[in-house]
Structures are given as C-alpha cells and as structure tokens.
C-alpha cells in the first residue's frame, strides 16, 4: 500500500511500460504504468516523456498534461496529445509494453475551493484533458461542476461526453458548427456564468482562450485558475524557455516559469498582453527600479531637485533624436 509520505512527495524519474496508445477522435490517449507518479498526482500537474529511443536526436523531453490516473488500478497515467511535430509522432507510434523514461508529476497543481462552490471548467481542444480529475476532486468537496468545452470542430472536443455525463451542465462550441452551437467558448461564457451563477472558473487551452476568459470574468469578479500551454523544454526550471510576466501579491512582475511557477496562475495576475516579451517594469529588466527608487525619484521631481539622466530601455543613455 502507498504511504501517505509518498503521495506528498515530489517528482520521480521512473520507467514507465506503456499499456496502450490509441487513437481519440483527433487525438491520440496513451497510458503508462507509473505507480509511483499516479500516488503524487494532483490535477493540474503534469509529466516530461523522453522521446526517440536511446539513439535518438531529440534531446528535449515531451511535457503532457496528465488527464487521469489510477493509483489502485496498476498505478496508470494517461494523456491525451496530438501530432505535431518529429517528438509526438514517434510517440503516437508506441506499442503495448513499450518502455519510456518518464518524469513526474511536475508543477503545481490547481487550488481547490475551501468551501463548496459552484465551479466553471473551461477547455479549449484537448486542453480539456487536465479538467476531468480536477471535477473528480471538487466534486469530493461538495463543489458543483460545470463544462464549458471548445474547438474548431467536433472531432476536435476533447471529453464531451464525459462532461455531459459528470458535469451538472455542460456546453459544447465548434468554429464550424460541427457540434455544439457555432462559435468560440467566450461566445458562450457570458449566458454560462448567469445560468450556472459561477464563483470560481478552471481554464486550460490556447493561451488566446485563456487571456479572454480573463477578461470577461473579471466583469464579474470571478476568479479565474488558468492551465498556461506554454512550450518546455526542461520541464524543471533551469532552461527558462516557458517563462512569462506574472505579477506577484506584491504588485511587482516577474517573469515566472510555467513548469515551476505554474502551469496553474491565478488568472488576473497573468500579464497576457505581454506574454513572449520581457516587460520593461519585470524584476530584473533592464529598466527595473524598485518601487521605492521610484517613488523616492518621483518625491525628488516635485520638490525640484534635479533629476539624473533617464536610461533607455536597453539599460543605456537615451539619445534624443
């Protein structure tokens, strides 16, 4: 039997034994044996899979969400990818019995309502996959659930069904109408959030979705926790490909790791606007001043003490033109 210490204790780099890969609509589900990762789980989190073989080019790993586990059942992991590049076709051509090197579960997972609450799921693509152990679990706290699932089409959804069979309510939107009304999931989110009287929203899709989904529901003052899909490489937090702007409970923004720092973020802390870029003002930028220099300049300039040359966004004398 599994210890509770070691479901509370952190990643593990283990071999895991595929025990199918198959096909989902457009997407392909693959399932691991991984006891030791299914005990840590907790929705949210995801893993790193080596990709290619032993001889292989691909040096990065592979991150996925992890969509289900079942510790009591062989201890099994699965996700739900789909083929984009050299990396994940040559995992969609895996067989049973098949050994990979997996890691985790990695990052931190989505906060859980301390209260019952009445909670909106949103998934854009296979995105939704990380959402269907997170209803399991706020369903254990008393919490409602209800899905709002989107795509460009029908065969695009991921886990419809099951939302229509698990969920309180559940909403299905596909660009071309294919299933579902026509549109995009923030088409819907407005009528959702009146019907369902939402106090807490889950995201996870295309970064876009998730900006938007934001913004609306900062109309309401709902909370939002979004799953970022930013791409890893490391997958740990030391190649800080994934990074973004994130601004912290002491209003200053940092660029934060989605693999470390996330991949969950409290919505309205995400600087969505200026995700891919540096902002001038993040901790550690060129033109970053501590809150107090600048207050303490700002003090200076209105009693008329004058002010020391302004520096350029690139940390150097600014040039007039």
Excluded at 32 to 57: C, E, H, M, N, Y
Excluded at 159 to 175: D, K, P, S, W
Excluded at 186 to 203: F, G, N, P, S
Excluded at 249 to 259: A, F, L, P, V, Y
Aim: aromatic content about 6%; proline content about 7%; hydrophobic content about 40%.
């Amino acid at each position: 039997m599994t210890s509770d210490m070691e479901a509370q204790a952190g990643p593990v780099q283990v071999r895991g034994t595929v025990l199918t890969v198959r096909r989902v609509d457009a997407y392909f589900g693959m399932t691991l044996v991984a006891p030791a990762i299914a005990a840590r789980f907790k929705p949210g989190q995801f893993i790193t899979l080596a990709v290619g073989g032993p001889d292989s080019s691909m040096l990065l790993s592979r991150a996925f969400s992890i969509h289900d586990v079942r510790p009591d059942h062989g201890g099994t992991v699965e996700i739900v990818f789909a083929v984009h590049g050299r990396g994940t076709q040559w995992l969609a051509e895996r067989r049973a019995r098949d050994v990979l090197d997996v890691t985790g579960p990695l990052g931190k997972p989505f906060p859980l309502p301390r209260d019952p609450a009445n909670c909106l799921l949103i998934g854009g693509g296979y995105g939704s996959a990380p959402l269907f152990s997170l209803a399991d679990k706020l369903r254990e706290r008393g919490c409602q659930t209800d899905f709002l699932l989107g795509a460009g089409s029908g065969d695009r959804v991921f886990g419809a069904l099951t939302a229509r069979r698990t969920g309180r309510t559940a909403t299905i939107t596909t660009e071309d109408g294919s299933l579902g009304s026509r549109g995009m999931v923030t088409d819907m989110l407005d009528q959702v959030i009146h019907e369902a009287r939402t106090d807490v929203i889950y995201a996870c899709g295309p970064m876009p979705m998730l900006r938007q989904i934001t913004a609306l529901a900062a109309r309401y003052d709902i909370p939002v926790q979004a799953a970022v899909e930013e791409a890893m490489a490391c997958g740990v937090g030391v190649c800080m490909t994934c990074v973004l702007p994130v601004i912290g409970s002491d209003g200053i923004t940092r660029m934060s790791r989605s693999c470390v720092d996330g991949p969950v973020f409290r919505g309205e802390q995400v600087r969505w606007d200026e995700v891919g870029t540096i902002p001038f003002d993040a901790f550690g930028a060129p033109g970053w001043e501590p809150r107090s220099r600048r207050a303490a300049q700002a003090g200076q300039a209105g009693n008329g003490t004058p002010q020391a040359e302004p520096r350029g966004a690139a940390g150097r004398p600014s040039h007039g033109s």
